[in-house]
């Protein structure tokens, strides 16, 4: 099976710190995402890396970077946190495939319940 | 931009009932994934549709693909309490990364539809 570990559930910060938010995956997967979700707005993708410290910006990053040193484990990285990025972080996993060569199904971690006050 | 539209986003049925929720996205893609999230948990893969016409089913459920209408549709059928849950569909759109077209996997999520069987 494959398994994506978030490093924490619950996370509760104070506006301005700086937040590292860990992922681990097991299965050698090429890609991993951040996601945010919000209620109403689904999810949304904040960064996502295709390799080893390769890495490209989603939709939504703006106040956050991300850090893939190795291929199993992508951090995400909330430079100072902020009361509107309180929020369900998701990170998942997937093979890279060329677009002929099959589905890129993603799996996902538990998620980590940040809260900025 | 790829975007994915859902719909309805809250869905209240009976038990026993038939419902159909319609995932229609903005740009080619012959790639589609249908999840399912239970509260305070993570996503539940449910589906992977990768052609036209791909239908797939598993118990109550059964999902579709048409390409060419942009529109993927997931139908329950003779509903139970046990689907209570929130759906989302997912597109995998051809990411502008590679010239060639190549896909990372970069999926783009519709809002949810949240969905609530009753007795």
């Known amino acids: 099976d494959v398994k994506v570990t978030q490093s924490s559930r619950y996370l509760v910060k104070r506006t301005g710190e700086k937040v590292f938010l860990e992922c681990v995956q097991d299965?050698?997967?090429?890609?991993m995402f951040w996601y945010r979700q919000d209620p109403g707005l689904g999810l949304r993708l904040i960064y996502f890396s295709y390799d080893v410290k390769m890495k490209e910006k989603g939709d939504i990053p703006e106040g956050y970077s991300v850090s893939r040193e190795k291929k199993e484990r992508f951090s995400l990285i909330l430079e100072s946190a902020s009361t509107n990025q309180t929020s369900m972080y998701l990170c998942?996993?997937?093979?890279?495939?060329?677009?002929?060569?099959?589905?890129?199904?993603?799996?996902f971690g538990q998620g980590t319940r940040l809260t900025v006050v | 931009e790829l975007k994915v539209e859902q719909n309805p986003l809250f869905l209240s049925m009976q038990e026993g009932k038939n419902y159909t929720i319609y995932c229609n996205y903005s740009t080619t893609s012959d790639r589609l994934y249908w999840y399912r999230q239970d509260p305070g948990k993570s996503l539940e893969s449910l589906f992977v549709?990768?052609?036209?016409?791909a239908v797939k089913q598993e118990g109550r459920l059964m999902a579709s693909l048409d390409t060419k209408a942009r529109l993927s549709t997931l139908h329950i059928t003779a509903a139970v309490h046990d689907l209570s849950a929130t759906y989302f569909c997912a597109v995998d759109g051809k990411s502008g990364f590679s010239a060639g077209g190549t896909s990372y996997g970069k999926l783009t999520f519709g809002q949810g539809t949240i969905l609530t069987v009753h007795p």
């Open positions: 549709l990768l052609s036209n016409g």
């Open positions: 299965m050698d997967h090429e890609n």
């Open positions: 998942a996993s997937s093979l890279f495939r060329g677009y002929e060569g099959g589905g890129t199904e993603a799996f």
